[in-house]
Structures are given as structure tokens and as C-alpha cells.
């Protein structure tokens, strides 16, 4: 083998374990979709920004969508999802908010079915009723009884499948410190403990939906219907992932709610943008991660302004 050919092998074989690894270090580009909801989605975005950007693992840009059907911005909104790793998407259209044009609509079908992955964010689950190839991606959301399957989790872990019709419409009681009970070995989940305590939120009952190809990961026990619901759960569509959760509440008034600075949640957050990025689930387990017995509440998230 010639000299120079060798040399160059050589250098190749001793560079190419750093360029992948440089390669497993890249940032997830995510991209923040919000502009209206019946919660308060600027001190939402804000937050999030604010939980993932001191990480050094996401490069984080906002997509706002005009909030009036007449607004003429919606000339010019058309997010470029296939920028993107992942859309973290927390329109909710439920008091009255528009719904998204339908190329927007068929381009972000599009992104998610080639491989794009979504994180529904809290209100995002409740939007977009109308939008069948939505309600495919979330599996699950907030819609009246009769529109599709509920899932309930019994006390081992299993599921019992509630046809449309049967039971109430979706809803949630009082916020509670409730304990999530996760189901398996996602690798979202993988290493956290089987239970853990997480303050102040919402356990929605009867979310329904298709609930095709959809996997239970975490559930937690309602007082209301005294039965066991789904608070976090995936489902594939097409080549697309796409992750729902009912954490992440932020109302009108809200501050620095604790249920946003639950180490538990902000650990999730970050584990679940990877596996929905299609990279490997690296962030760590902290040591400050909540117990079955208590919470983990940590200091105020760094928002700037959310005006």
C-alpha cells in the first residue's frame, strides 16, 4: 500500500470515533409552535425555553401562529418543520382559537409521517379535534365521550380499552401531588424509578381518541372516577414519533408554578426530546429526581420576558 494511502487510513481510523461522537453531541434543533391557547402559552414557551436551553443540548426556535382566523399573518406562517428534530406543539384551538391552513396542516402530516417527532405539550392534546390526522398522532385527547376509545390502567400495570360512549367526557378534578407509576422500560423511563412523586397537576380521565398504535407509559390514580389514567404516552405514526403528557399546566396567573420545577418533569422533558429526536436517551438521572414519598421542587426557571 502506497505510503500516503496508508497515512491517510490510519488518520481516517483514529478520527473516526470522534466524528461520531461530535455527531451524537449535536444539538436537537426544536422548535417551539405556540400563539394561542386557554392557557397562558407565553409564560408556557417561556418556560420551556428556559428548562431546555441551559442543558447545551437543543438549539430552540419559536414558531407564533396568528390568533385570529381573519388575521392576514397567516399569509405568511408556514413553519419549515423539516428544519427541525422536533415541533413541540401547544396550540389549543378549544375556546374558540383558529385552525391551522390545511397546507400547514398536510406539511406537518408530512413532517411527522417521514420521521419528524412531536412533543404535544399539555393544551396541545386538547386542540384540534376537527383534524383526523391529528387525532391519529396524539391517540388520545381532550373530546367529548363519544368521540373514540378511552384507556384506563388497572392496578397492574394493565390496560382496559373503554369504547366511544361509555363513561363521561373527558375531564380532570382538582390539581394534586399525584404519583406516576411507570409502565415498562421505555427508554424514556429507563433508569428512573418505577414511581415518583409530582406536584400540582392534572390526571386527565376518558381522554379519548383512535388510540392506534399508541403505548401507556406512566399513569396516576384520579379521586374522582377512583380509576388509574395514562399521564404520558406515545404512539408511532408512520415513520414519526410523538410523545403526549398531561404535565406542563400553565394557567392564566401562574408564575413559577411548581409543577414546572418538579426535577421530575424537567428530567422527562429533556429524555423525551431525545427519543423523540431519534437520538440515544443520555441525559442523566439527577440526584435531586422526586421519590414515591416526596416531591422535587427546584429553584425559579430563568424566563426573560414572556411578553
Same mark, same amino acid.
Given at each position: 500500500?502506497?505510503?500516503?494511502?496508508?497515512?491517510?487510513?490510519?488518520?481516517?481510523?483514529?478520527?473516526?470515533?470522534?466524528a461520531?461522537?461530535?455527531?451524537?453531541?449535536?444539538?436537537?434543533?426544536?422548535?417551539?409552535?405556540? &400563539?394561542?391557547?386557554?392557557?397562558?402559552?407565553? @409564560?408556557? /414557551? #417561556?418556560?420551556?425555553?428556559?428548562?431546555? *436551553?441551559?442543558?447545551?443540548?437543543?438549539?430552540?426556535?419559536?414558531?407564533t401562529?396568528?390568533?385570529?382566523?381573519?388575521?392576514?399573518?397567516?399569509?405568511d406562517?408556514?413553519?419549515?418543520?423539516?428544519?427541525?428534530?422536533v415541533?413541540?406543539?401547544?396550540?389549543?384551538?378549544?375556546?374558540?382559537?383558529?385552525?391551522?391552513?390545511?397546507?400547514?396542516?398536510?406539511?406537518?402530516?408530512?413532517?411527522?409521517?417521514e420521521?419528524?417527532?412531536v412533543?404535544?405539550?399539555?393544551?396541545?392534546?386538547?386542540?384540534?379535534?376537527?383534524?383526523?390526522?391529528?387525532?391519529?398522532?396524539?391517540?388520545?385527547?381532550?373530546?367529548?365521550?363519544?368521540?373514540?376509545?378511552?384507556i384506563?390502567?388497572?392496578?397492574?400495570?394493565?390496560?382496559?380499552?373503554?369504547?366511544?360512549?361509555?363513561?363521561?367526557?373527558?375531564?380532570?378534578?382538582?390539581?394534586?401531588?399525584?404519583?406516576?407509576?411507570?409502565? &415498562?422500560?421505555?427508554?424514556?423511563?429507563?433508569? @428512573?424509578? /418505577? #414511581?415518583?412523586?409530582?406536584?400540582?397537576? *392534572?390526571?386527565?380521565?376518558?381522554?379519548?381518541?383512535?388510540?392506534?398504535?399508541?403505548?401507556?407509559?406512566?399513569?396516576?390514580?384520579?379521586?374522582?372516577?377512583?380509576?388509574?389514567?395514562?399521564?404520558?404516552?406515545?404512539?408511532s405514526?408512520?415513520?414519526?414519533?410523538?410523545?403526549?403528557?398531561?404535565?406542563?399546566?400553565?394557567w392564566?396567573?401562574?408564575?413559577?408554578?411548581?409543577?414546572?420545577?418538579?426535577?421530575?418533569?424537567q428530567t422527562?422533558?429533556?429524555?423525551?426530546?431525545?427519543?423523540?429526536?431519534?437520538?440515544?436517551?443520555?441525559?442523566p438521572?439527577?440526584?435531586?429526581?422526586?421519590?414515591?414519598?416526596?416531591?422535587?421542587?427546584?429553584?425559579?426557571?430563568?424566563?426573560?420576558?414572556?411578553?
Open positions: 500500500m502506497p505510503w500516503p494511502v496508508l497515512c491517510l487510513l490510519v488518520v481516517s481510523i483514529f478520527l473516526l470515533p470522534a461520531i461522537v461530535a455527531e451524537s453531541q449535536a444539538s436537537i434543533r426544536a422548535l417551539i409552535v405556540d &400563539g394561542y391557547s386557554n392557557h397562558d402559552w407565553k @409564560l408556557n /414557551t #417561556a418556560l420551556i425555553r428556559g428548562m431546555l *436551553e441551559p442543558t447545551e443540548l437543543f438549539e430552540v426556535d419559536v414558531s401562529a396568528p390568533a385570529n382566523a381573519e388575521s392576514p399573518d397567516w399569509d406562517w408556514e413553519p419549515d418543520f423539516g428544519s427541525y428534530d415541533a413541540i406543539q401547544t396550540c389549543n384551538d378549544i375556546w374558540g382559537g383558529p385552525a391551522w391552513p390545511r397546507k400547514v396542516q398536510k406539511e406537518f402530516e408530512s413532517y411527522v409521517r420521521g419528524g417527532g412533543y404535544v405539550w399539555h393544551s396541545g392534546n386538547n386542540a384540534f379535534a376537527d383534524w383526523p390526522a391529528y387525532n391519529d398522532m396524539i391517540g388520545l385527547g381532550w373530546r367529548e365521550k363519544g368521540f373514540g376509545w378511552a384506563a390502567v388497572n392496578d397492574d400495570g394493565s390496560l382496559k380499552r373503554i369504547p366511544p360512549g361509555e363513561g363521561l367526557d373527558t375531564g380532570h378534578g382538582d390539581r394534586l401531588d399525584t404519583v406516576v407509576r411507570r409502565i &415498562g422500560e421505555h427508554p424514556i423511563h429507563a433508569g @428512573l424509578p /418505577t #414511581a415518583w412523586l409530582t406536584p400540582d397537576i *392534572e390526571v386527565y380521565y376518558y381522554a379519548r381518541g383512535p388510540a392506534k398504535d399508541l403505548q401507556v407509559l406512566s399513569y396516576g390514580y384520579d379521586p374522582v372516577t377512583t380509576m388509574n389514567w395514562p399521564l404520558e404516552w406515545t404512539v405514526y408512520g415513520s414519526g414519533r410523538v410523545y403526549t403528557s398531561t404535565f406542563g399546566h400553565v392564566k396567573g401562574d408564575v413559577q408554578p411548581e409543577r414546572m420545577r418538579c426535577a421530575g418533569l422527562v422533558v429533556v429524555r423525551a426530546l431525545q427519543w423523540l429526536a431519534d437520538r440515544p436517551v443520555t441525559f438521572v439527577p440526584e435531586d429526581f422526586p421519590s414515591e414519598g416526596e416531591v422535587s421542587i427546584r429553584s425559579e426557571i430563568s424566563v426573560g420576558s414572556s411578553d
